[in-house]
């Protein structure tokens, strides 16, 4: 369960969004995002999306933009996403900035 409050924080929001709507990356992510401590380990999130299809690092890329700005994303690689994901990326990012 989602914390009220972090779905209402623009940094999270996006992020949480993507996360919770790829089925692949919400179960290999979930062990790395600390929900009650409001922290995530970004270097093992890196570390674990290695071996992922560029499409899978993409959306995990954007998601870590969307909650820091540290975490730099190409948005034309948004091209390697299917329809299904483009519209996820799209809506995440209308969360965040809209």
Known sequence: MIPEHLLADKNWRGMLYILTNSENLTRAVS?????????????AL???????????KFLLNLAMHLFSEQNKVNLSDMDLLDAYNKEIALKAIRLRFG
């Open 31 to 43: 062990p790395h995002i600390d929900l009650e401590e409001c922290s995530v380990d970004f270097p």
């Open 46 to 56: 890196k570390r674990i999306s290695k071996p992922w299809s560029n499409a899978e």
